[in-house]
């Protein structure tokens, strides 16, 4: 069972250091998992907010490995046609490309299923897509120090 979060932005002296004594309560039976986010210089309060919630997304994404499409597709029309292949299946954080595969980074509740359930469709002139789950070991670490909701969305480019 997925437990509720949120990112609170706390302000004023001591405020950090008065926030984390709270860390590990309970409230309502639940225990509390409380982080700080640092200040980055140069950033306003939404921007800080709206960068961590950022690498929050891409550190829960899920991995899948692509194949099967063509090859000489230029690396921008090939993005072009991922994102709008995978754009139902989650909220795509990031693509890197290998030199045999495209990894796609998905994040949201059931993404990865989605996009495994892609696999075999035909691109037509003769490629068909291999989707594969990769295993992502940066999750449980995500999962521990950071606590947001799952339905907080922002597109990611």
């Known amino acids: 069972m997925r437990s509720g979060s949120c990112l609170v932005i706390l302000l004023g002296e001591g405020a950090k ?44 994404s899920e991995i ?10 230029p690396q921008e029309d090939l993005e072009s046609v991922l994102w709008k292949h995978f754009a139902a299946c989650g909220e795509i954080t990031e693509i890197t490309y290998r030199v045999s595969s495209v990894l796609v980074h998905l994040y949201g509740l059931g993404s990865l299923q989605r ?14 897509l291999t989707v ?4 992502y070991p940066k999750r449980e670490k995500a999962e521990a ?13």
């Open 132 to 135: 594969e789950a990769m295993p």
């Open 17 to 60: 250091e008065k926030a984390l004594l709270l860390n590990g309560s309970e409230v309502g039976g639940r225990k509390l998992t409380l982080s700080a986010v640092e200040r980055t210089d140069g950033l306003t309060t939404s921007g800080r907010a709206a960068k961590f919630v950022a690498d929050f997304q891409k550190n829960r």
């Open 64 to 73: 899948i490995s692509v194949t099967g499409y063509e090859p000489s597709l």
């Open 115 to 128: 996009a495994v359930q892609l696999n075999g469709t035909d691109l037509g002139g003769g490629f068909t």
């Open 145 to 157: 120090e950071h606590a947001i909701p799952d339905d907080i969305t922002k597109t990611l480019y």
